[in-house]
Structure formats: C-alpha cells, structure tokens
C-alpha cells in the first residue's frame, strides 16, 4: 500500500478511478469519484460490502448541493448552513450526476461536507464528489486512524492519505429529508452531530421506517469486534460480569472507570472517558484494543443517550447485534 500526505497524488487517483482512503473528522473513508459507476464499484469489492448498501458522497463546499441534489426543501438548506462543515449527512433525492452504483440504484442520495482539513483539500482539490464509506471491511469496527486502515485492507487502496486520529470518532448523523413534506425529518442514524443541535433547526425529529431510504450503517448487526459484545446499562456491569466469567473464556470490559468499582481478576479492562464526547472520540480504538488481547466476549456500558452518547450507545448496541452469517 503506497501511503502519505500528498493530497496532489492523492486527488489525481481518485480522478484515475482508482481508491483512496482519508481521514474525516468522524472516521478515515475509502473514496472514489462517485460520479464513475467503475470506481465506485472498486469500493463495494475493496470492503465486501453488499451492492445494495448507499454510500455517502462527501463534498467540498455547501454550494455544490445543487449539483447533486433535486427538490431540495428549504430546511435542508437551513441545515447545512448551521451544519456544514461538519459530521452530518443528509439524504436527498439525487440528480442525475450521481452514480446508480454510488446509491444502490435508489433514488435518493447520502451528502455530507466534512470539516476535516485534510478531507477538505483533497475535496477541493479533485473538485467533484466522493463517494466514501467507512474505510474498513464491511460489519466490522471502523478506522479512525490510518494504521487501522492498513490493517483493514491493505493493498485494497490505491493510496492512503494519512492525516492522523479523527477527532470526533463515530460516523456522521444521517438525516433524510427526501420527503420533507411528507415526513417531516426523520433521524435514519445517531452519529457525531447530536439530535438537539438539529432539532433546533428542523423541529421534532421522526423514526425511520420502511418507507424510509436505505442509509449506511443500520443494519441490526455492523461496527462489530471478533469477539462477542454484549452491551448493559452500567448499573448491571458488576451483576452481569460474574454471570459471563462463569462461561470460561477471555473477557473484556469497555466502560469508564467510575461504571465499575471492583475490576475482577482476570478481565481486560478497556478504559473510556467519563464525558460522551471522549467516548465517542475513542470508541472504536478501544474496541480494536481489546480484539487485539484475544478476548471472547466485550462487556460495554452504555452511555445516557445524551447528545454524542445516542450515537456511542448506537454503535455498542449493533456490535452486540445478531452477527451475519459469513
């Protein structure tokens, strides 16, 4: 895998069809011109990620909203000012600028503009859009820094740009507004922009439905360690550890210090911070921490769905999901 800081290389792959992976202040992308149904498909192959799954398409500037987007309501564009740049992404119906292959053949478009400088230049710098998953193999925990990436997928990417940890550290809010009149806005996933600072835009948020457009990572099992995750509300930790040692096995504990007391013999224990924020920021990092122990099974507190907290806890929630079959 060639690696770096070269955003003139790194831009003049994505404009070859090839792949790159760059960081973004919520987790690092695996990018492609999201224009180009062949690179776009490299992407789906680079992850194993289902053909049907959307992807986000990341911009440089608020301005270029029309250009991949149609029947654009006017609280989208009162969102994006108060939101952009930043971790939220917005589902539109899209133009016909976007790749069938970038969305699932659907007919509605994830569109996000990340604050991240690194992101930003390379944004600017290709000029069109890209379109960009997380960049790790598909279900499992997501990078927020370049050694996860290369530990991920390897000689999968054309070129990874390196621009450090991501400073936020979970995945962008999805909000669908493709049917505003319809539906009002509807919260499809938790993510680094909190519910209230929308809602303080767009009123009441609503729940998705089947009515409601595919989005990236809401499937019931998906940001998920080899071991087993099993997610409490920290009031139960110390009732349910001695219940799962009892098992036999590796176990692990992700939680802030002051969520347990006593740590048992024996437990791995994954320290994360007491505010939501540093939660969040530190997360997936934790979690790759404690696979790389061996453990058998995670025993995470939930966070109070407060803010950043409704996203950690979102995220803990689905790696304790239901795993697919391989």
Not at 97 to 109: L, P
Request: with cysteine; glycine share 12%.
């Amino acid at each position: 895998m060639e690696r770096g800081t070269d955003i003139e290389r790194a831009a003049a792959v994505i404009a070859a069809g090839g792949l790159v992976a760059f960081p973004t202040e919520t987790v690092y992308g695996l990018g492609a011109d999201a224009s180009s149904a062949d690179a776009v498909a490299k992407i789906f192959a680079a992850k194993g990620r289902p053909t049907g799954h959307p992807l986000i398409v990341h911009l440089a500037r608020g301005a270029q909203l029309d250009d991949w987007a149609i029947d654009i309501p006017g609280v989208a564009r009162r969102l994006v000012t108060v939101a952009w740049p930043g971790p939220l992404t917005i589902i539109l119906n899209k133009s016909l600028r976007v790749a069938d292959a970038t969305t699932g053949g659907a007919a509605t478009v994830g569109l996000r503009v990340p604050a991240d400088p690194v992101a930003q230049a390379l944004l600017a710098r290709f000029g069109g859009g890209i379109a960009a998953p997380s960049a790790n193999r598909f279900g499992g925990i997501s990078p927020t820094t370049a050694d996860h990436v290369a530990s991920d997928l390897g000689d999968r990417v054309d070129y990874l740009l390196e621009g450090g940890p991501c400073t936020v550290g979970v995945e962008s809010t999805i909000v669908d507004l493709s049917a505003w009149t319809a539906r009002g806005a509807v919260l499809l996933r938790p993510g680094g922009m909190s519910r209230e600072a929308i809602e303080a835009v767009t009123g009441p948020l609503g729940t998705g439905t089947a009515e409601s457009p595919a989005a990236p990572g809401t499937l019931e099992s998906h940001y998920a360690p080899r071991a087993l995750v099993i997610a409490v509300e920290p009031p139960e930790l110390a009732l349910v550890l001695p219940a799962v040692l009892a098992q036999g096995g590796r176990v692990g504990v992700l939680a802030p210090r002051s969520a347990l007391r006593e740590i048992p013999e024996g437990v791995v224990f994954e320290q994360l911070p007491e505010d939501v924020e540093g939660m969040a920021r530190e997360l997936y990092a934790r979690l790759r921490a404690l696979d790389e122990t061996g453990v058998d099974v995670v025993v995470a507190a939930l966070p109070p769905a407060v803010g950043l907290g409704e996203a950690v806890g979102d995220r803990l929630l689905r790696a304790a999901g239901p795993r697919r079959k391989p």
